[in-house]
């Protein structure tokens, strides 16, 4: 049972971070990332390929690049920074016109692109077997799988504090306001005299990275990575998570992570199935599904709404609470 | 010589799918402002629904027609349960965007609870394949393609000569101004959804044909195709969704010839790309008139 709260509260933290990071693109910025775990599994695979070395011949048959045997601080960075890579293609893949939809339209291609082609092309990631026996960040320490978790527990709480702190840091500065303000009316920003783009991708730049550490402890925790991992769902329950939590508030994304990710996800998994395996799963996305429509349509700041000083409120009947939004000074 | 005209043939059956996807969803967003991310999957419930009343043993053609109908009534459905409620009260576009992936969810595993994840098969053949000139093609090919003229033929009559094609346009030209001329606009935007539905509905079962597999995803994955090609042909135009499928069509399939087929996606993906860097009105957007 304490094994089993122990394994909750890591892979809350790592949902938390990705959650955060999530925040910072679609709840600071209102950039509509419908890939965003896509640059979480860039991190995990990096992550794996810069750490573990030759592949051990008694795992069978395991193809990668790189084959590094840097220690896993630096895989973990190698990661974030992928991740960061990819985020730069995408931004500016779409720097014409940075609208929502298009972006959205975007993304969700990078998505489908990167799973197919790591899913075809053995040599990068080994294909859909996917990377595994990435050894634990311990070394050979002699230490019990509660141990483990624990230390787990411990380095993904360390990122997490980092992070919220940066987030949090993002949130209160000049250039959190940009964001604000470019998310509300881009038009404005500009007449400002803000660089739209600038904001926009620094904002995907940090939220990416945060997607890439997270995925890298994801796969030193669960030391295998493969590309039924990252279907577009994975995604939409951090998007759930954030906008339930409430979007653009730092606390608001943590609550949302460790609500929505453990609670639906991870507790629901000891439920009976109905005798067919795929209808937990297809029911659980429904409800999330059914759930996010619910909090979007009646209470749509979340359970922490963003909070702010008011400087105009909008007209009244808009869907989302009165937004703040302060110009920088 | 012969391997070009084959895949320029094979180019027209995946266009022709696409371009009746591309003029549904592109048709949906002139006049809504706003795409539909579960477009794909109103593709996959489409070929569903054919592929269950094509079981009962009813002929295939009406199969099809049946599952076109049903995917219009979902759209519609959708559109008052869900995205009706969000427009009057002013949703913002991204938070639009979001709650229509949400009903992509919901579709998804709805069709995974009521048809489980398993593959499907059409029990339908194409027939042998016919040379054609240069071109190879099979019957049930050279019909997709006709039947997927004839329906945006059809379209494009419905628009340009109906009293209620008329409305659509202006209400998709200026909403404002369309509810000022007493034009119900709320009635056209339901008229929209089923049209959209029933466009995406024919354009999954012709999905299906074409690639022989009928999975829960089938329509989520086609779905950047479809973008694509109205991104090129200039995102809420009909007319320029049907040139962009065909750019994209060929373009994936002639492709295949010089890289591994594997990546027809990728060099979707590249073209779109290049579009958006390149000419983000689209290509065949004139002069004048952005969006």
């Known amino acids: 049972m304490f094994f089993f709260f122990l394994d909750l509260l890591a892979l809350g933290c790592i949902n938390a971070i990705l959650v955060l990071g999530l925040n910072l693109e679609y709840g600071y910025a209102g950039i509509l990332n419908f890939t965003y775990y896509t640059f979480a599994a860039i991190g995990a695979y990096v992550t794996a390929v810069t750490t573990m070395g030759k592949p051990p011949p008694y795992l069978g048959n395991e193809s990668y690049i790189l084959q590094w045997t840097l220690p896993w601080p630096v895989g973990l960075l190698l990661g974030g920074v992928a991740a960061m890579i990819l985020g730069l293609i995408m931004v500016f893949v779409a720097v014409r016109r940075l609208r929502s939809d298009y972006l959205a339209i975007v993304s969700i291609s990078v998505g489908l692109i990167v799973w197919e082609i790591v899913t075809n092309d053995v040599h990068l990631f080994n294909g859909s077997n996917g990377v595994f026996g990435v050894p634990p960040i311990t070394g050979s320490l002699p230490i019990s799988e509660a141990g483990y978790t624990a230390v787990i527990f411990a380095v993904s709480f360390a990122c997490l504090a980092f992070f919220w702190w940066v987030a949090r840091r993002i949130f209160r500065s000049p250039f959190g306001r940009v964001l604000r303000a470019v998310r509300e009316d881009e038009i404005l920003a500009a007449s400002y005299g803000k660089s739209v783009f600038g904001a926009q991708l620094w904002i995907v730049l940090i939220g990416s990275f945060m997607a890439g550490v997270a995925g890298g402890l994801l796969i030193d925790y669960v030391s295998a990575f493969n590309p039924a991992g990252f279907l577009p769902v994975e995604t939409f329950v951090l998007l759930a998570a954030l906008i339930i939590g409430g979007s653009g508030n730092f606390n608001g994304s943590i609550i949302g992570a460790f609500l929505i990710i453990e609670l639906l996800l991870e507790v629901s998994r000891f439920v009976p199935d109905f005798g067919r395996p795929d209808l937990v799963g297809a029911v659980r996305a429904i409800l999330i599904g059914v759930v996010l429509i619910v909090v979007l349509r009646y209470r749509p700041g979340g359970l922490m709404p963003e909070s702010g000083i008011r400087l105009y409120r909008k007209k009244k009947g808009e869907a989302k609470q009165p937004e703040p939004a302060k110009e920088a000074p | ?291």
């Open chain 2, 1 to 291: 010589m012969h391997l070009l005209f084959e895949s320029i043939g094979f180019g027209l059956v995946t266009a022709s799918v696409i371009a009746l996807a591309a003029v549904g969803l592109s048709l949906q967003v002139s006049v809504t402002n706003y795409i539909n991310f579960a477009y794909g999957d109103f593709m996959t419930f489409g070929a569903y629904v054919a592929y269950s009343v094509g079981a009962a043993g009813v002929n295939f053609f009406l199969a099809a027609a049946v599952g076109g109908a049903v995917t219009g009534l979902l759209g519609l459905a959708a559109n008052l349960a869900v995205f009706r409620s969000f427009i009057e009260r002013k949703a913002r576009l991204i938070t639009l965007l979001v709650v229509t992936l949400g009903v992509s969810l919901i579709l998804q595993n709805a069709i995974v609870v009521i048809w489980g994840t398993g593959a499907y098969r059409y029990p339908i053949r194409m027939g042998n394949a016919l040379h054609l000139g240069p071109f190879i093609l099979t019957p049930g090919a050279i019909i997709l393609i006709l039947l997927a003229a004839l329906l945006m033929f059809g379209l494009h009559l419905f628009l340009q000569y109906t009293r209620f094609g008329k409305a659509f346009r202006a209400v998709s030209n200026n909403n404002d101004l369309a509810l000022a001329s007493g034009i119900d606009v709320n009635r056209v935007v339901n008229w929209t959804w089923v049209v959209s539905g029933f466009f995406a509905g024919i354009a999954g079962v012709g999905l299906v044909l074409e690639t022989n597999t009928l999975r829960p995803v089938v329509g989520f994955n086609e779905l950047f195709l479809v973008f694509a090609a109205i991104i090129m042909g200039g995102i809420g135009r009909p007319y320029g969704a049907m040139l962009g499928a065909l750019a994209i069509g060929l373009a994936t399939e002639v492709s295949g010839m010089f890289v591994d087929s594997a990546y027809k996606s990728a060099i979707a993906f590249g073209i779109l790309v290049a579009v958006l860097v390149l000419r983000p009105q689209g290509i065949f957007a004139s002069r004048g008139r952005t969006d």
